[in-house]
């Protein structure tokens, strides 16, 4: 089984990008996915196979936490793991943005431990043909959101001024995102799409990334659970961080702060915001036409 030939279809993120909602309408259209050749494995099949513990930490767990296996003795194992969850299939697809980091990591100049995820990732999938597709967004929202998610997610980024001045002063860029892929799975084909491309048309882009032509897929409901926090909420989350709290009252407090409602968390001046924008716009017109995912104008 370990030598069976796959053709691996991956979204790897970025994070704030809908990625919630394309993977809840993954996970609803896989019928059809099914029917057509496509095999989608769900998040909690990459969990309960530990995929996203071997690749963030070089190894993963067989009986618990206290047993762990170096990663470079055991890829075949995991390897293992994984082609016992598809199934038989030749083709799979994996829509996971944690295979590249946490909300955390893109405040941190846009996920810096990338490279060694997917050099674990890269030596699970070994010689099997890959399409690998990441979503991005203008910098000017996914950096209050990501700071958004990493307060509900219990992880503790810098305080948002600091980020904000750090991304006003050297912006993180997309197309070094875009470069450092391509350096770390020199093999892959790889496809870009935008968030405005998701909201404008889901279908289109899910079609594509399965690589089945006009998949008509049901209509979802907006995740909650990922949406941007409101202000009232990230300060109450903001008052939390600090302090040692056990992790089921921690668990309880952060449900509760998130719940608090009012305007959106939207901390940027108009002035930071087209700053950013203008970044954005330029990292878009830096992607070849041969690595945009559709060739929408306007996007």
Not at 13 to 32: E, I, N
Not at 100 to 121: H, M, Q, S, T, W
Request: hydrophobic share 40%; net charge positive.
């Amino acid at each position: 089984m370990c030598n069976q030939a796959l053709q691996w279809r991956l979204h790897i993120g970025a994070h704030k990008t809908a990625t919630t909602h394309l993977q809840d309408t993954l996970l609803s259209s896989r019928h059809q996915l099914e029917a057509s050749g496509v095999h989608y494995l769900p998040r909690e099949r990459l969990l309960t196979a530990r995929l996203i513990k071997f690749v963030r930490f070089g190894q993963f767990t067989r009986h618990g936490i206290a047993e762990r296996v170096l990663f470079r003795t055991d890829t075949a194992c995991m390897r293992q793991r994984l082609l016992k969850r598809i199934q038989g299939h030749d083709t799979v697809l994996i829509s996971e943005e944690r295979l590249i980091g946490r909300a955390v990591d893109l405040l941190d100049g846009l996920y810096p431990n990338l490279e060694a995820y997917l050099l674990a990732l890269a030596r699970i999938i070994a010689n099997d043909k890959i399409a690998i597709f990441l979503s991005i967004r203008n910098q000017a929202d996914i950096l209050p959101s990501a700071y958004s998610q990493s307060l509900r997610t219990h992880t503790r980024p810098k305080p948002f001024e600091v980020l904000a001045a750090e991304w006003l002063r050297a912006p993180p860029r997309w197309t070094n995102l875009i470069r450092r892929l391509r350096v770390a799975l020199p093999g892959a084909n790889l496809k870009v799409w935008t968030f405005e491309d998701y909201v404008t048309d889901p279908n289109e882009v899910i079609s594509a990334l399965a690589g089945i032509e006009h998949l008509t897929i049901p209509k979802v409901a907006r995740p909650e659970r990922t949406t941007r926090l409101s202000a009232n909420a990230v300060a109450a989350l903001e008052e939390l961080q600090p302090l040692m709290l056990a992790d089921q009252e921690k668990r309880a407090a952060t449900a509760r702060a998130a719940q608090l409602s009012g305007p959106a968390f939207d901390p940027l001046s108009d002035w930071e915001k087209a700053r950013l924008t203008q970044i954005y716009e330029q990292d878009l017109a830096g992607i070849p036409a041969s690595e945009r995912l559709l060739k929408r104008q306007g996007t």
